[in-house]
Nanobody
Framework: QVQLVESGGGLVQSGGSLRLSCAAS????????MGWYRQGPGKQRELVAR???????TYADSVKGRFTMSRDNVKKTVDLQMNSLKPEDTAVYYC?????????????WGQGTQVTVSS
C-alpha cells in the first residue's frame, strides 16, 4: 500500500502565500506521476499541477505564474508553493501519485488539505 500525507493548508488573505507539502510512503517500488489536484465548493476535482519522474511539469492555466511545484524523487515528496492567492483558489487540495506497489500500478490520493483564501 501507498500512503500520501499532506500538510500546509490553512486560511490566508487574498494576495498571500501558502506552501503545501506531500510525502509518499509505504510499499513503493516505482513512482511516476505526482502532483496536486483541488476541488472547490460545488465544483469537480481539477488538476493544479503534476510532474513526471523525468521532471516534466504541467500547470493548470489558472495557476500559471503564481504556483510552483517542486519534487524530490529520492524523498518521494512534492511541494506546492502558492503565491498571489485569490479567493477562487479556495478548495480542498489533494496530493496525487501514480505508483507501483508490487502488484499493480494504481492511483493514490491523500486525505486532502483545506485552503481558504479570504477577500
Amino acid at each position: 500500500q501507498v500512503q500520501l500525507v499532506e500538510s500546509g493548508g490553512g486560511l490566508v488573505q487574498s494576495g498571500g502565500s501558502l506552501r503545501l507539502s506531500c510525502a509518499a510512503s509505504g510499499s513503493i517500488l516505482s513512482l511516476t506521476t505526482m502532483g496536486w489536484y483541488r476541488q472547490g465548493p460545488g465544483k469537480q476535482r481539477e488538476l493544479v499541477a503534476r510532474s513526471t519522474s523525468s521532471g516534466s511539469t504541467t500547470y493548470a492555466d489558472s495557476v500559471k505564474g503564481r504556483f510552483t511545484m517542486s519534487r524530490d524523487n529520492v524523498k518521494k515528496t512534492v511541494d506546492l508553493q502558492m503565491n498571489s492567492l485569490k479567493p477562487e483558489d479556495t478548495a480542498v487540495y489533494y496530493c496525487y501519485a501514480y505508483a507501483y506497489s508490487g502488484s499493480i500500478w494504481s492511483d493514490y490520493w491523500g486525505q486532502g488539505t483545506q485552503v481558504t483564501v479570504s477577500s
